[in-house]
């Protein structure tokens, strides 16, 4: 079938054999995963771009407003279960935010449930620039690629034909990239900054009770050239999906993406929920045991010029394929 993903492979199944030192070939039996749609990079990109346009989306600013405005109507078109998780936070610098954690459930009757996460806010200073660094940065791969991707994959199960089995919850998490600048003095062992939306949410779920069977989170997906390197959390809390998801990239021809190699770890959002939500999370990040992020990263460079969509369709094909496999 067209516009289909389908992989076999054969498995030489292996016992021990009681009383004896050898294995013996017993079966061979094909490995069939299940039919995945195609994911669309071109969506992708139009949803990353969209966001773009609204400007630097900076909470407390009229292009935060805007953008949560529309990422809440598009997913309710996708007939997702949409709500918010609207919070006040203060920054490392004293400032009073307005916050909102967008959260969309699919099959939000399904026992069993994936959690997909992304932030959806932008770094309002471009401290690792070396011009304009007190002005706002258009976040197109931080933030946006992961939004995009996201969106994609909703408008994908809502909409085809066969549609996975279990109940998945979309949540973009609101302040994440708000943490002081990098050679800032502002420092205090006991307070992280930033990943804000997801600290709050990890300690006041949307839904008493609520878990998932694991999490993905997607960060920094679109630039031209990204590698995703195990990143040293994830490895840490959700060792089997990890090893999970790069197992199935290298599967559907996507191992020059993901590198079948250990990064050092990092704070973002997954770390909350994995302490404080007692949820699996891994993270899908651009983030190099060599040189740590990207050239562009937390500076203006951080655009659409940035964004291939080789990058967002490797992202996002994996995902949607690991989730149909539940």
């Avoid at 939000?108 to 690792?128: G, M, Q, V």
């Avoid at 990890?202 to 997607?218: F, T």
Wanted: charged share 25%; hydrophobic share 35%; proline share 3%.
């Amino acid at each position: 079938m067209k516009n289909r993903h389908y992989l076999v492979f054969v498995g030489l199944l292996f016992i021990w054999s009681c009383g004896t030192e050898k294995t013996s070939e017993t079966s061979q039996e094909p490995i069939v995963y299940k039919e995945v749609p195609e994911f669309s990079a071109d969506s992708a990109y139009a949803y990353i771009q969209k966001q773009v346009d609204f400007g630097p989306r900076v909470p407390n600013t009229q292009g935060h407003r805007d953008t949560r405005d529309w990422l809440i109507q598009k997913l309710e078109s996708f007939g997702l279960q949409v709500q918010t998780q609207d919070f006040q936070a203060t920054t490392y610098d004293g400032l009073k935010w307005d916050l909102s954690n967008i959260i969309a459930s699919y099959k939000p009757e399904a026992s069993k449930r994936i959690l997909l996460a992304a932030h959806w806010d932008t770094r309002r200073i471009a401290d690792k620039d070396t011009e304009r660094i007190d002005e706002p940065i258009d976040g197109a791969n931080d933030g946006g690629s992961g939004v995009g991707v996201l969106l994609e994959i909703a408008r994908i199960i809502t909409s085809d034909q066969n549609q996975p089995d279990v109940g998945i919850d979309f949540i973009l998490f609101d302040g994440e990239d708000d943490g002081e600048p990098e050679f800032s003095n502002i420092r205090n062992s006991n307070q992280i900054w930033w990943c804000l939306g997801s600290q709050h949410w990890s300690k006041n779920k949307h839904q008493s009770g609520y878990n998932a069977y694991y999490g993905i989170l997607v960060d920094l997906v679109g630039a031209k050239g990204a590698r995703f390197y195990k990143e040293g959390y994830s490895r840490q809390y959700a060792k089997n999906i990890v090893n999970k998801v790069w197992n199935f990239a290298s599967e559907l021809g996507y191992s020059d993406f993901f590198v079948m190699r250990d990064a050092p770890e990092i704070i973002d959002d997954h770390v909350f929920v994995n302490r404080n939500a007692g949820i699996p999370m891994i993270n899908i990040v651009e983030f190099s045991p060599d040189y740590g992020f990207g050239h562009y990263h937390h500076t203006h460079a951080d655009n659409m010029d940035l964004i291939d969509k080789r990058s967002l369709k490797a992202v996002g094909q994996t995902v949607l394929f690991t989730i149909y496999q539940e």
